[in-house]
C-alpha cells in the first residue's frame, strides 16, 4: 500500500501564504538594500552628489558628464537613439549606474488622450488607468521610463491655467482617480513623479507660482488626501512643487517633505525638485546664494535637483565644510539609487534605437481615446431637445476656428503629439454628416483667438442657408496650462460678438467649448440651444464630438469643477463651509453678491445626456453606527429616457453639528452605471464611518459623535435623503513611520 503526503499551507494557516508572501518581499527588500550599502561603499561623494542631478536634453548638457557619473537621470529625451547614446555613456562611468529617463506624459505619448481635467469628467477610474497605461506604453516603446504625472494639484480656481492638468475641485474623485493614473502608468512600463506637492493649485489670485495660504487642517482634508493615494498606490517619487506653502516654498518646507511623505505616509521614494525650483529658494527670498539654496532642499527632503545643477556645483563643498552631513547625502543617494534597483533599470537593456513613434497611433490606442473622450464630453445645456442631430436637419453650419485645429485640441502638454494624427472636429462631424447625407459648410469666421471678425459675414451667411449651427469656439492651445493665469474668465477676442450674430439668424446653435476650463458665458448661455463642454479632446476629438452630436455616442460626463457664473466668484467649490448668514432672497445681509447669483452657473457634478434618469426607493441600511462599521446607501436609478445611457450616481455628506464647521456637502461615493431604455437598477454605495471625519490641524484625525445627512443624485445639488448617527468617536494621532 503506498501513501501520499500532501501539505496544504492553507488549511495550516489561512495567514500562512500571506505571511510567506511577505517574508519574500522583505528579502527582496533586505538584497536591495544590500546592494545599495556595497555600492554606496564605492561612490565617491561627487559620484553620489551625481546621483542627485536632474538635467534636460538640449543645453546646458554637457555629454561628456554623463561618462563621468556627474549625472543621474534625465528629462525631456523622447527618442530611442538619445536614450541609447546617453545610456552607453553611462555604462563607460566608473560604477556603471543606470541613469533614469524622464518626460512629462500627462494625457498620451504620440496618441492624446483628453487632458487630465477633461478625463476626470468622465469620473470613471477605469478610463483613466486605460489612458495612462496607453500613454505609458507608447513612451517606453522609446525607452522612457518615468513620467512627470499625474498631477495630484486640486484646484478650486479656474483663473489658474494648470487647472487642465489635474482633477478639478474633489478630494475624494481627486484621490480615486490620481490612485488609477498611477496604476496605469505602472501597468504600461512607466515610474511616476506625481506633482506638485504640495497646495499649487491654491495660488493667491489664480497666478502661477504665486504663493498660497492654506491652513494645515484644510492641508490634510483637501489638498494631500490625492498625493496620499498615489503613494499608496505605488508612485515611485513626487515632485516638489514651485510655490511657498504658508510662507515656506515647498522646494525647502521639511514639514511637507519629511514630515507627512516620509514620517506619516511612510514614503521610501524619492523627492525631486520641478525645473530650477532649488535655485528659486533664492527668488522666495530664503537662500542668499546657491549654497544656501541646495543646502536647505536637501536638508529639507528634496533628493533631486532639476536643471539646477546647484546640487552638482555646492553639496560637495557643504558636506565638507560640515553644514550638510554626510549621512543626508547618502540617504537621497539610496532613494534614487533604490528606484533604480527596483525599476529594474541595472538589469533592463538599453533602449532599441530602431524604434521611434512612427508605430502610433495603433488602432487600439486611437479607439481607446475615442471611448475616452466620448466620456468626457459634457452636455451642459439642451434646450427643446435640440441634441441628437435628427432626421429633420438636412444641413449644417460648423462655424469657429477651433474646428479646424487639429494641434489645438490636443491640448497643453501633448509630449509628442502630432496635429497629423489628429481627427479635427470638422473633420469628424463631416465624416459622420455623410453617412447621414447631412450636407456640410464651413466657414471660421475669425482666427484662432478671434482677433477680428473681418470674416463673420461668410459664416452668417453658411448659417442662413443650414438648418442647425454647429459653433465651435474656446481657447486656443495657447491660452491654457503652465504661465496661463487669466483675470478674465471670458471667450477671448471677438467669439462672443460672432456668437450673438449667429443666434441673431434665428437657427438653433450648439456650442462647442474646446477649453481647459469653464469659460464665462454671460448672456450666451440663456440663448445658445445647446451647449456641449469638449475640453482639448485629444486625437480622436473629432470623431468622438460627431458621435455624440449625432447620437452615436450618449453623453455621460460630469463637471468634476464648478462653472462660475463670473470670474468675481472665484475661488468656487461646492464643498464651502457654512457661514452664520446664509443666503435669503431679498436680504443684502446674507451671503450674497449684489450684482450676481452666488450660484454657480453650473454645479459640480452637472451633466446633461439624451436620457433622463429618475431616483426612487433610496434607503439606509443602518441609522446608528460605530466606529469600525460601513455607511451603506441604497437607490433605485432607472433611465425614463428612450435612449441607452450612462449615470454618475452621487452620495454626499454632511456634519451639520461637529466641533469645528464642515462643509455643506462632500463627495463620499459614487458609481458609473450604464442603463438601457426603461431599465431600473438598484445601486448600493458604500462609506466606510473611518472616512466621515476630519483632521485637526496637528494632523490629528477625528470622528465625532453625531448625526451626519446623506444625499444621493445625479450631481452636487443632490436630495437629502436621511440622516445616520455615529455612536462612537475616533481620534487619531498622525503615524510615525
Request: glycine share 10%; with cysteine.
Amino acid at each position: 500500500m503506498r501513501f501520499r503526503f500532501s501539505l496544504n499551507l492553507t488549511r495550516l494557516s489561512p495567514a500562512l501564504p500571506i505571511l510567506l508572501g511577505l517574508a519574500s518581499v522583505a528579502h527582496a527588500q533586505d538584497n536591495v538594500e544590500h546592494r545599495i550599502n556595497e555600492l554606496l561603499s564605492r561612490m565617491t561623494l561627487e559620484e553620489k552628489v551625481g546621483q542627485l542631478n536632474l538635467i534636460s536634453h538640449g543645453p546646458p548638457l554637457d555629454w561628456n558628464n554623463i561618462a563621468n557619473g556627474k549625472i543621474g537621470a534625465f528629462l525631456n529625451f523622447n527618442s530611442a537613439g538619445d536614450i541609447a547614446q546617453a545610456q552607453s555613456l553611462a555604462r563607460q562611468s566608473r560604477l556603471k549606474i543606470p541613469a533614469l529617463f524622464g518626460l512629462d506624459i500627462l494625457h498620451g505619448f504620440r496618441t492624446q488622450f483628453p487632458v487630465p481635467l477633461g478625463e476626470a469628467a468622465a469620473f470613471n477610474p477605469r478610463l483613466s488607468q486605460l489612458a495612462s497605461t496607453f500613454a505609458a506604453r507608447e513612451a517606453s516603446h522609446v525607452g522612457v521610463q518615468w513620467t512627470f504625472a499625474p498631477m495630484a494639484d486640486l484646484s478650486r480656481d479656474s483663473r489658474w491655467g494648470r487647472i487642465v492638468e489635474g482633477f478639478g475641485e474633489d478630494p475624494y474623485l481627486g484621490s480615486v482617480l490620481t490612485a488609477a493614473r498611477v496604476r496605469g502608468f505602472r501597468e504600461g512600463g512607466l515610474a511616476t513623479a506625481v506633482k506638485h506637492f504640495a497646495g499649487y493649485g491654491a495660488p493667491q489670485g489664480g497666478r502661477d507660482y504665486d504663493t498660497t495660504f492654506i491652513p494645515r487642517a484644510e492641508m490634510y482634508d483637501i489638498y494631500l488626501p490625492s498625493f496620499q493615494a498615489a503613494v499608496e498606490a505605488g508612485t515611485v517619487s513626487v515632485m516638489a512643487a514651485f510655490n511657498a506653502l504658508n510662507g515656506m516654498p515647498a522646494t525647502a518646507n521639511e514639514w511637507l517633505q519629511t514630515e507627512v511623505l516620509r514620517h506619516q505616509w511612510g514614503f521610501r521614494g524619492f523627492v525631486t525638485s520641478d525645473w530650477g525650483g532649488v535655485g528659486e529658494l533664492i527668488g522666495h527670498g530664503i537662500a542668499a546664494d546657491g549654497a544656501e539654496a541646495a543646502r536647505k532642499a536637501l536638508l529639507a527632503g528634496v533628493d533631486m535637483d532639476m536643471m539646477g545643477e546647484l546640487y552638482v556645483s555646492h553639496l560637495p563643498d557643504e558636506v565638507r565644510a560640515g553644514r550638510v552631513p554626510q549621512k543626508a547625502v547618502d540617504e537621497a543617494v539610496r532613494r534614487v539609487l533604490r528606484a533604480k534597483m527596483e525599476l529594474g533599470l541595472f538589469e533592463r537593456p538599453d533602449a532599441d534605437p530602431s524604434h521611434d513613434d512612427s508605430a502610433f497611433p495603433s488602432r487600439e490606442s486611437r479607439q481607446a481615446a475615442r471611448d475616452v473622450a466620448a466620456e468626457s464630453l459634457v452636455l451642459l445645456a439642451n434646450r427643446d431637445q435640440t441634441l441628437p442631430i435628427g432626421a429633420g436637419i438636412r444641413s449644417v453650419a460648423v462655424v469657429g476656428p477651433l474646428a479646424d485645429a487639429p494641434r489645438d485640441q490636443l491640448g497643453p502638454h501633448a509630449a509628442r503629439g502630432h496635429e497629423q494624427d489628429s481627427v479635427s472636429l470638422l473633420q469628424g462631424i463631416r465624416a459622420r454628416a455623410a453617412r447621414a447625407g447631412v450636407e456640410v459648410r464651413y466657414a471660421p469666421a475669425c482666427d484662432l483667438f478671434c482677433r477680428t471678425i473681418d470674416h463673420l459675414p461668410e459664416a452668417v451667411e453658411a448659417a442662413r442657408s443650414s438648418d442647425l449651427i454647429i459653433a465651435v469656439f474656446g481657447e486656443p492651445q495657447e491660452l491654457s496650462g503652465e504661465a496661463a493665469s487669466r483675470t478674465r474668465m471670458t471667450l477671448s477676442g471677438s467669439q462672443e460678438a460672432a456668437l450673438k450674430a449667429l443666434i441673431a439668424t434665428g437657427k438653433p446653435v450648439v456650442l462647442v467649448l474646446i477649453a481647459g476650463r469653464p469659460l464665462e458665458l454671460n448672456s450666451l448661455a440663456d440663448k445658445l440651444s445647446s451647449i456641449l463642454m469638449a475640453w482639448y479632446p485629444g486625437t480622436e476629438g473629432g470623431s468622438a464630438v460627431a458621435d455624440a452630436l449625432f447620437g452615436d455616442t450618449n453623453p455621460s460626463g460630469k463637471l468634476p469643477v464648478s462653472w462660475p457664473r463670473a470670474g468675481g466668484q472665484l475661488p468656487l467649490y461646492y464643498n464651502r463651509l457654512p457661514t452664520g448668514r446664509p443666503t435669503l432672497p431679498n436680504n443684502r445681509f446674507t451671503l450674497n453678491y449684489i450684482d450676481e447669483a452666488i450660484t454657480p452657473l453650473y454645479p459640480f457634478g452637472w451633466g446633461l445626456g439624451y436620457s433622463a434618469f429618475t431616483y426612487s426607493d433610496a434607503s439606509i441600511g443602518k441609522s446608528q453606527l460605530a466606529k469600525n462599521e460601513t455607511l451603506s446607501v441604497t437607490v433605485t436609478v432607472k433611465n425614463a429616457g428612450e435612449r441607452a445611457g450612462q449615470e454618475v450616481v452621487q452620495l454626499y455628506t454632511r456634519d451639520p453639528v461637529a466641533s469645528r464647521s464642515r462643509p455643506l456637502r462632500e463627495l463620499k461615493a459614487f458609481e458609473k452605471i450604464a442603463l438601457a431604455p426603461g431599465e431600473s437598477r438598484q445601486v448600493t454605495l458604500e462609506v466606510p464611518v473611518d472616512r466621515l471625519g476630519f483632521h485637526l490641524d496637528d494632523g490629528t484625525y477625528l470622528v465625532e459623535r453625531g448625526a451626519i445627512q446623506v444625499f444621493v443624485g445625479g450631481s452636487s445639488l443632490a436630495d437629502k435623503i436621511g440622516e445616520v448617527e455615529i455612536t462612537e468617536e475616533t481620534r487619531r494621532a498622525p503615524p510615525q513611520e
